[in-house]
């Protein structure tokens, strides 16, 4: 099997385009029972297929930074660009989850500033 995609000098490893398979096996365990057990093949099968999917969806995000002259992908593009695929579900359970990682970042924050103050 070819280590590169495409042939150019500045192509991409396969295993940099692809997450990380003991990643992947650690979630797919999550919600299988615990004697469960998944092979090396379903493993590598389903990197790629979410390998694919967060492409897709990072590239229809980043088009949207393009148009509006912005270089920076952030979480409500990717929501966006789930929504503009069709993901709508889980778009709106991303933005619930976006929300709630920004009010405990904001949180900590606000606690390290409040220490710092403290300490002067």
Known sequence: MEDNIGSDEG??????????I???GRIMKQVLPPNAKISKQTKETMQECVSEFIGFVTSEAS???RKERRK?????????????MGFDDYAGLLRRYLHI???LEGAKANQVKAMNNTQQ
Request: one cysteine or more.
């Open 63 to 65: 088009e949207k930074c």
């Open 72 to 84: 920076t992908v952030n979480g409500d593009d990717i929501c966006c660009a789930m929504e503009t």
């Open 101 to 103: 990682y920004r009010g």
């Open 22 to 24: 003991a990643n992947v």
């Open 11 to 20: 192509s991409i490893k396969e295993q940099d385009r692809l997450l990380p």
